[in-house]
């Protein structure tokens, strides 16, 4: 470690004070007021997703979980078991509502998971932005499970081979690959825009 005299320590510190309150340090000053609304900002926009996932996973978790108890077709009265449980259409409806409420409960609990370390400080902004693309990747594949589940419980009290029950089939495996599709998109724009980030600072 270096020691320097008592007067050479004052000339050190005054020329720093020159130095800040000089060109130079007002535009570094400028510089640090702009990363800080820059950052503050993008914490905005972070939170604001993060209420928008949730709500978004508690409504899947809320209908998938009413769907499974207000079952297609009702129950035996008698014995209170469900009446089409031996339909294929209807085991493929249960399944697929039990995956769409699974993970739209990891979603939210990913969510609780995120607010709770951030107060706490515990957890980086690298983990944070990894776990809302996981929530938002479970939310995203449990509505396409709840679309297909829909169509299974129309099946499974239709004519699967009627015109209303094929109907339905195709406008919900459309909107299903549509959301597919739109997050493949969705990948591949932001993939593109980090490579243009990269070359923009990259060194030559």
């Not at 709500?55 to 978790?61: D, E, P, R, S, T």
Request: aromatic letters at 12%; one cysteine or more.
């Amino acid at each position: 470690m270096i020691f320097y005299p008592k007067y050479l320590q004052k000339e050190i510190l005054e020329s720093l004070e020159d130095v800040g309150s000089g060109p130079l340090g007002r535009h570094l000053k400028v510089l640090g007021r702009e990363n800080e609304e820059r950052n503050k900002e993008k914490e905005d926009a972070m939170s604001k997703a993060r209420e928008s996932h949730l709500v978004v996973a508690a409504l899947i978790a809320t209908v998938t979980f009413a769907a499974a108890f207000t079952i297609p077709g009702g129950y035996k009265s008698n014995q209170g078991t469900a009446i089409l449980a031996k339909k294929t259409a209807f085991i493929v409806f249960i399944i697929l509502d039990a995956i769409s409420m699974m993970l739209s409960i990891c979603a939210i609990f990913m969510h609780f998971y995120m607010a709770y370390f951030q107060g706490l400080e515990m957890i980086d902004k690298v983990t944070t932005m990894k776990l809302l693309r996981y929530a938002m990747l479970f939310i995203a594949i449990g509505m396409d499970t709840m679309i297909l589940a829909f169509i299974m419980g129309i099946c499974a009290v239709l004519d699967p081979y009627s015109g209303l029950a094929i109907s339905v089939q195709v406008i919900g495996v459309g909107c299903a690959l549509f959301f597919v599709c739109f997050l493949f998109w969705i990948k591949h724009k932001v993939r593109i825009t980090r490579k243009t980030i990269n070359s923009k600072f990259s060194i030559k």
